[in-house]
C-alpha cells in the first residue's frame, strides 16, 4: 500500500512537472516570436522609410532613430512581461505544489489517525471484555479477582483518557471549548495526577518535586489533560521500570512544570514537528509505540491558550525533558 501511494504522488510529480515545463516552454516561444515580430516590423518600416526618402537624409535618419527607439521599448515590454508572467507561474506553481503535498500528508495522517485509533480503542473494549467475561465464568480467588478488576479499571481508564483527547482537540480546534477561568492549585493538581500514574502503572519508577501553594488561573480539565499526556508520553517511550521524574518550581514570576525520562529520547530534527496534529515519530508502517498523535498537539494548544510556553530538551544520559512555563501564578 505504501509503495502504491508513493508510485501515485511520483506519478502526479512527474505530471505536474512537465505541465510546469511545458508553460515555460510555451512562454519563451512567446518571447522569441514577439522579439522577432517586433525587429520584421521595424525592417519593414525602414525599408518604406527609406523609399519614401531616399533624398531627404536628414528625414530619413530622424525616423529611422525612431523606428528604432520604438523597436527597443517593444523589446523591453515584451522582456518586463515575460519576466513578470514567469515569476508569477513560478510563484504560483510553488504555492500549488506545497498545497497539494501538505494536503497529501495531512490525508495520509489523517488515515494513520483513523487507523491508530481503531487500534486504541478495540484493545482497552477487548481487554475489559476478556476480563468481565473471565470474572462472570470463573470463580477466582479475591486475589485473581482484585486483580482483574484492577486491570479493568487501568484500561478504562485509557480509554476515557483516549475519548477527552479526541474530544477536547476537537472543541479546541472549533472554537466550542468552553475555557474556564478559575483559580487552582497547580501543585495539587500536579501531584494527583502523578499519583494516579504510580498507582495505575506500579512497574514505572516515579519521581516527583513539587513545591506547594503554586496558584494559577485556568482551567482544571485542560490543565488534567496537559499533564497526564506528558506523564503517558514520558512512560511510553521509556522501558519497563524506567525513571520519570516530575517536578514543579517557582522561578521568579514563573511557574515551572518538569516532566522527565529516561527513555529512547527525540532526535533534533523531530524537536519541532513532534507538537503537530497527528505527527508521530518514525515510519508509520514499523513503528510499534501506540498513540494517535494527538496527545503533544493537544498540550502545546492547551499551553498555548494558558500563555504558556512548553518546550522539549534532551534529558541527561538519555531520554527528553518537557518544560512548561507558565508566566505568573497567583502567589
Known amino acids: 500500500m505504501k509503495a502504491s501511494r508513493k508510485k501515485h504522488l511520483a506519478t502526479a510529480t512527474v505530471a505536474y512537472i512537465f505541465l510546469l515545463l511545458y508553460i515555460v516552454a510555451a512562454l ?10 517586433s525587429d520584421e516590423m521595424a525592417t519593414l518600416k525602414l ?3 527609406k523609399e519614401t526618402n531616399a533624398n531627404d537624409p536628414a528625414t530619413y535618419t530622424a525616423k529611422a532613430k525612431e523606428i528604432e527607439n520604438e523597436k ?10 515575460g519576466i513578470t ?11 500549488v505544489y506545497r498545497s497539494v503535498r501538505k494536503q497529501v500528508r495531512l490525508q495520509q495522517q489523517e488515515r494513520n489517525f483513523m487507523m491508530a485509533i481503531t487500534h486504541e480503542l478495540k484493545t482497552p473494549i477487548a481487554v475489559s471484555k476478556l476480563n468481565l467475561e473471565t470474572l462472570q465464568k470463573h470463580k477466582l480467588d479475591e486475589a485473581k ?8 479499571l487501568q484500561e478504562t481508564e485509557r480509554l476515557n483518557s483516549l475519548t477527552n483527547n479526541i474530544l477536547v482537540s476537537s ?3 472549533g472554537g466550542r471549548y468552553n475555557r474556564a477561568e478559575e483559580e487552582l492549585d497547580l501543585s495539587l493538581l500536579t501531584a494527583s495526577c502523578v499519583d494516579d500514574f504510580r498507582r495505575r502503572f506500579p512497574d514505572m519508577r516515579w519521581q516527583e518535586k513539587i513545591d506547594l501553594d503554586i496558584d494559577i488561573t485556568g482551567d482544571s480539565l485542560l490543565l488534567q489533560i496537559l499533564i497526564n499526556n506528558l506523564l ?24 515551572k512544570l518538569t516532566i522527565a525520562d529516561n527513555g529512547i529520547g527525540i532526535p533534533n530534527q523531530e ?7 497527528f505527527y508521530r515519530i518514525g515510519n508509520e508502517e514499523t513503528r510499534t509505540t501506540k498513540g494517535t498523535g494527538l496527545g503533544l498537539y493537544l498540550c502545546k494548544k492547551i499551553a498555548d491558550d494558558h500563555n504558556a510556553s512548553i518546550e522539549v530538551s534532551n534529558n541527561s544520559p538519555t531520554g527528553s525533558t518537557f518544560t512548561i512555563t507558565f508566566p505568573d501564578y497567583l502567589n
Open 145 to 152: 479477582q482484585q486483580k482483574l478488576i484492577a486491570m479493568t
Open 232 to 255: 503517558e508520553n514520558a512512560m511510553k517511550y521509556s522501558a519497563k521500570g524506567g525513571l520519570i521524574h516530575t517536578e514543579l518550581s517557582r522561578d521568579g514570576k514563573q511557574a
Open 171 to 173: 472543541q479546541l480546534e
Open 28 to 37: 519563451i516561444w512567446w518571447f522569441v516570436s514577439l522579439q522577432h515580430q
Open 47 to 49: 525599408e518604406l522609410l
Open 85 to 95: 508572467f514567469l515569476l508569477l507561474s513560478l510563484l504560483g506553481a510553488s504555492f
Open 72 to 81: 527597443n521599448r517593444a523589446h523591453a515590454k515584451y522582456i518586463g512581461e
Open 271 to 277: 524537536k519541532k514537528r513532534i507538537f503537530g496534529k
